[in-house]
């Protein structure tokens, strides 16, 4: 790079700004196209249900074509379609992209609401095995990382100055023992690389890290009560909650939220590591 060309970016002409207006209620996400993977249960559900509120067409991706059917059916939603994605066939990605743009013209927001962990009692680090951590780091990580790889050339091709949110988990703040940790730490890692590679293109990249969240992951929590000893504020997060705040991220109102991760953690690995 000559001289000139690090002198423009260190100091870049200016450019009027227009100051940023605060969109009333309802109209965060007014005129954007988001495509939501996870979408159909859980978090990703919620964001669905958040999204279509604040003004946003919705395309929900999961690997059940009859769960899709099921959620479409039960919101009743003209602005609400779905796709079949699978987090562990990446070589599908680009056209799974090409197919959720077909459906409203284009994507302007997409959020990666897809994770799995390992169900089994007494798991620990002595005891995880090969086909544990392949199946985790294969869904959580290397998806996570190719399906928004997918996600970015589909925007800098059609320069969309979009927005990427990647739900994470706490988990990312505690010591990486299980490879579900290990893989919310590579989380935080990708989401802080993607901001810094793309914000050229104007793509703003983000992730939200819930602690224990009142969903059917957690085994203790029966639906009518969101007591847990898991975290120092003794309840679930609610996924209404981090609905909330993805509308917030993805909005133009989360334009200064650069490579970030809120974590919701309601204490647990800040005030408190078990």
């Known amino acids: 790079m000559g001289i000139k060309s690090r002198i423009r970016r260190l100091f870049p002409k200016p ?18 196209i988001a495509l ?6 859980g978090v990703g559900l919620a964001i669905t249900k958040a999204f279509l509120k604040a003004g946003a067409k919705v395309i929900i991706a999961g690997t059940s074509q009859e769960k899709l059917n099921n959620i479409s059916n039960e919101i009743n939603n003209d602005g609400l379609k779905s796709i079949v994605l699978n987090y562990n066939d990446p070589s599908a ?34 005891n995880t095995t090969v086909e ?12 996570t990382y190719f399906m928004c790889q997918a996600i970015a050339k ?34 935080d890692g990708i989401t802080r690389g993607m ?6 293109h104007g793509i703003i990249v983000n992730a939200i890290g819930p602690g224990p969240t009142a969903t059917t992951m ?33 909005s133009d109102l989360g334009n200064t939220i650069v490579g970030q991760t809120l974590y919701m953690s309601g204490g647990r690995g800040i005030t408190e590591i078990r």
């Open 93 to 126: 990605f680009d056209s799974k992209v090409e197919e959720a743009v077909n459906i409203f013209g284009r994507v302007d927001i997409f959020v990666s609401s897809t994770g799995i962990h390992v169900d089994r009692d007494g798991l620990d680090f002595i």
């Open 154 to 187: 589909y925007m800098i091709a059609h320069q969309i100055k979009g927005h990427i949110l990647i739900i994470s988990s706490q988990s990312a703040l505690e010591p990486s023992w299980s490879p579900y940790r290990l893989s919310k730490l590579g989380i």
């Open 15 to 32: 450019v009027n700004t227009p100051i940023v207006v605060m969109p009333s209620k309802g109209t965060e996400l007014k005129g954007k």
């Open 195 to 200: 901001a810094q590679r793309l914000l050229e």
């Open 36 to 41: 939501i993977s996870g979408g159909s249960g």
């Open 218 to 250: 957690q085994k203790e929590y029966k639906g009518n009560n969101i007591y847990t000893p898991l975290n120092p504020i003794s309840r679930f997060t609610m996924p209404e909650e981090v609905a909330q705040y993805s509308v917030l991220m993805v």
């Open 132 to 143: 544990e951590y392949d199946k985790i780091m294969g869904i959580n990580l290397r998806g």
